[in-house]
């Protein structure tokens, strides 16, 4: 723990290149002999540092360390180093790798698992739409684990399809572990947390600034042997994903679109610079076909059937039939629904829960068809 609080402080300092940071404590014998060290030291210590990063890590203050540990011990959130045998090593092998990563739920064995990005424009068309979720929901069928950014659009279409179909998924982070982004997104960060990960580069309460998710896309592309680009603008930031991917040699899918739509042009110049085309999920797992080591191949997807009547895209399940097989977390939610419209906050009480396991049972069971949601973020539950 002595150790620790150093390299959480070294996480904690803005304005320094993640691979600078990592070089340091390298070059310095660590963390803790960095932050004692004077500023001459330092440059003569790593000839790429810049005299204004050199001026950042003379901020000694612990404040916010102190209680970025505190919090990650009262929220059971794993605090992962470059010098822990647990560190990706896909991960640590990249240009830039984050010094620590904070990590809320479960990371699965990373190198041990077929790990593909997922990445759109938040402004998905409804081609975008049916193609995320596509390749999403194949993927998890598949065996395979989803990574996105969480951000609007194709990124968490991808993600809630994973989930429906019983996957395990990570989401990266660009803001601090502790902070929802956009908050709109809370149900389905808890949903992440229950069946994955949530993964940052930034410790509990820090502050992050616009640049850093674009920055958190290396770590999307590092930790992923492939990344598939749905729908994306020649110029944007899911362009920008498929070029560090491109920069660590993964391997980059695309799907491809019309020759005049603007959402398409992007995923349409990657093909011609040699990204292989795809149709969905199914087509990347073919890539991989000769790796079922990598695969995980009990994926429990939730059982869902189309009601005849009903629009194409609306999916419903039988709770009094199936839901026995659910979790039985999801189980508690749904014994405490005894009305239409309860709020969260009620249901949370008659489960006797702790409130971030109602709001990802909630979500599970919508995307499961058991629970919907109406107007002031009231839930009723489907007979």
Known sequence: MARLKYWVWLSCVSGVRPLIKYRLAEAMGGPEKLFFAKKEELLAAEPLLQPHEADKLMDKSMELPAKALGFCDEHHIDIITMQDAAYPERLRHIPDPP????????????DE????????????????????????????????????GLAEGCDCIAMEAALR??????????TAIDQVYPAKNRELFESVKANGA???????????????FKARNRIITGLSLGVAVVEAPRKSGTRSTADHALEQGRDVFAVPGSVDAYNSEGCNELIAQGAVPIAGGKDILRAYAGRNDLLRQEAAPIHIKKEIDKPK?????????????????????????TRPDMLADEITEAAELP??????????LQIGGYVVQ?????????L
């Open 99 to 110: 010094a620590v990563l904070y990590v809320w739920g479960k990371l699965p064995p990373v």
């Open 113 to 148: 698992r077929l790990l593909l990005a997922v990445v759109g424009t938040r402004k998905a068309t409804p081609y975008g739409v049916r193609m995320a979720e596509k390749t999403g929901r194949e993927i998890a069928q598949g065996g395979g684990i989803v990574v996105s």
């Open 165 to 174: 179909a019983g996957g395990t998924v990570i989401g990266v982070l660009g």
């Open 198 to 212: 949530l993964v940052s580069e930034y410790a509990p309460g820090q502050r992050t600034y616009p640049a850093d």
């Open 313 to 337: 895209d609306i999916v419903y399940i039988d709770a009094t039939d199936r839901s026995i097989d659910l979790p039985e977390t999801q189980r508690k939610v749904l014994s405490a629904m």
């Open 355 to 364: 409130a971030s396991e109602t709001l990802a049972a909630l979500t599970m």
């Open 374 to 382: 109406g107007v002031g973020k009231r839930y009723t539950r489907k």
